[in-house]
């Protein structure tokens, strides 16, 4: 498949998804988006394929969703519109259920709708230098891609607060500080550590990987109680143990 806004790569059993308009700072549209979903649907129907990595070209990430396509769209109450909307909400339920891990490689700017779609991603590796934010506020806008959620999860309810009241910006270095990415490290040295990561994830059983991003998602969604129970009582189909094991010793 053919893509204009992004790129689509695989090597070593790694996808790399790019967000590829840098001359607009990767600022998303619709058609981008959709793009994106279609990448990611080939990346989880490819058997070679371990893990998703996502970044984007050029000096940023994804500066947010492009203004200029709400131009001639009316904004009532914040709301950016469904036309805007279900393409995001489509692309991270996707996201998140693949049994595939998803990792952001936040090489830049990364700001308001590009964040609430990065806070889904399993993993977000950041060049201490980028610069991230929730910019709704600033732009009389409200969310509804999850930021609500999903950034209080991260950093703590009163970080997020003041985050999003006050629209400010921060780096990745204080990202990593305050638990919104994993980890930050110089932009020279960011490849080489998102490697490391997917490297790792590609040594691993597809299958024990599968079942732990499954039953991640499910102790986030409940009680610890409902999500033993989960864990004890859901099978999941992983066929490289005997081999695995096998080469032991």
Known sequence: MEFDQIRYEVAGGVSTITLN????????T???????????????????V????????????????????????????????NVV??????LIELSEQCAKPVIGKINGFCFTGALELALTFDFIVVAEEAKLGDTHAKWGLRP??????????????????ELSYTARTFTGKQ?????LANNAVPLEKLDE????ITDGI?????GSVAAFKDLYAQGLSGSVTAALDYETNTEYEITDTAERLGSFG
């Not at 492009?66 to 769209?73: A, I, S, T, V």
């Not at 990202?175 to 638990?179: C, I, P, R, T």
């Not at 590609?202 to 597809?206: E, G, L, V, Y």
């Open 85 to 90: 909307d279900q393409p995001a909400l489509n």
């Open 50 to 81: 371990r893990c998703i990595v996502v970044t984007g070209e050029g000096r940023a990430f994804c500066a947010g969703l492009d203004l200029k396509e709400m131009r001639d769209r009316k904004v009532d109450a914040g709301y950016v519109g």
């Open 21 to 28: 308009r840098p001359n607009a700072l990767n600022a998303l």
């Open 202 to 206: 590609a040594s691993c059983s597809p």
């Open 30 to 48: 619709v058609q981008m988006m959709t793009e994106w979903y279609e990448a990611m649907k080939i990346a989880i129907a490819d058997d070679e």
């Open 144 to 161: 509804t891609w999850g930021m609500s959620a999903r950034l209080a999860d991260a950093v703590g309810v009163r970080k997020a607060r």
């Open 193 to 196: 550590t998102v490697r490391e």
């Open 175 to 179: 990202a990593a500080e305050w638990g």
